[in-house]
């Protein structure tokens, strides 16, 4: 026990003695990459940009697309009027031609 503990003691010394070296270019080193993250986080990178240009081609990709639809219901709307229309006015002359003949 009494050649354990004086190296025991040495080693805990050298230990801390080494931890508050360490410790010191440690932190320095930490507050330096710290920092440096906080001001690469802090600015979009190329990689944000790309992704933010897609998304607005996609938007405008949908836009268009979505105008393109609407004008083609828009003619469908049209013809399928046009067509009741004619359905409509055909029925009513069968129907007056049908009186006519009965009477």
């Known amino acids: 026990m009494h ?3 004086p190296r025991l003691v040495a080693s805990a010394a050298d230990a ?3 931890a508050a070296t360490y410790h010191a270019i440690a932190h ?3 507050t330096y990459h710290a920092a440096s993250a906080m001001t690469a986080a802090a600015t979009p990178g190329i990689g944000a940009l790309v992704v933010i240009v ?3 081609f996609v938007t405008a990709a949908l836009v268009k697309a979505a105008r393109s639809l609407f004008a083609l219901l828009s003619e469908l ?3 399928a009027t046009a067509v009741t229309s ?3 006015t055909t029925v009513v002359a069968i129907f007056v031609g049908i009186a006519f003949l009965v009477h």
Request: without cysteine.
């Open 77 to 79: 709307l049209r013809v």
């Open 16 to 18: 801390a003695r080494h």
């Open 54 to 56: 897609v998304i607005i």
């Open 86 to 88: 004619v359905l409509l």
């Open 3 to 5: 050649t354990l503990t």
């Open 28 to 30: 320095h080193a930490t």
